[in-house]
């Protein structure tokens, strides 16, 4: 047998790859931080949260979720994985609540309000590069005086 499982631990390694504090994520989402961490641990949240998440960041709802095996028959998995994937496909037949189809469907903030919030995050990158790059300078002119210095005092 198997069970799904619910885990936050790829929204954790999403965040982090793209080096985004939780506290980043809950301004851009409009999410409380305190359910980002529940959202991270793995604890009880609302669907709607759950769609908003993956509409605001392009995400996949099976990323947070896993399927669990309790025994090594690789014919029961790959009946289960079939079953868990027919599953998760819309039916005619299945009601939803139409308010969270809508808020996944349409979130508050477009892509293209997304991509410019990568490319200000790219600019601020660009930014210390640049800085980084006139502390080095400075460094090497600082060390330039001090060597020039220790040889006048040396004659």
């Known amino acids: 047998m198997s069970k799904i499982i619910y885990s936050g631990t790829k929204f954790r390694e999403f965040l982090s790859r793209r080096g985004i504090t939780y506290q980043e994520a809950s301004n851009y989402l409009g999410i ?74 349409s979130s508050k903030k477009t892509l293209f309000q997304y991509e410019n919030y990568i490319a200000s995050k790219d600019q601020e990158i660009d930014l210390l590069r640049e800085l980084n790059q006139l502390y080095k300078q400075q460094i090497n002119l600082l060390q330039e005086k001090v060597i020039e210095s220790s040889h006048k005092e040396i004659l």
């Not at 641990?41 to 392009?58: A, D, P, Q």
């Not at 690789?74 to 994985?81: D, F, G, S």
């Not at 868990?84 to 308010?99: F, G, I, V, Y």
């Open 32 to 105: 409380d931080k305190n359910t980002i961490s529940k959202v991270i641990r793995g604890g009880n949240l609302s669907l709607n949260v759950l769609l908003t998440i993956c509409n605001m960041y392009h995400l996949s709802i099976s990323d947070f979720f896993s399927i669990e095996y309790d025994d090594d028959d690789p014919q029961t998995r790959e009946n289960e994985i079939s079953l868990a994937l027919a599953e998760n496909r819309p039916s005619s037949k299945q009601t939803s609540d139409p308010e969270s189809v809508e808020k996944y469907i």
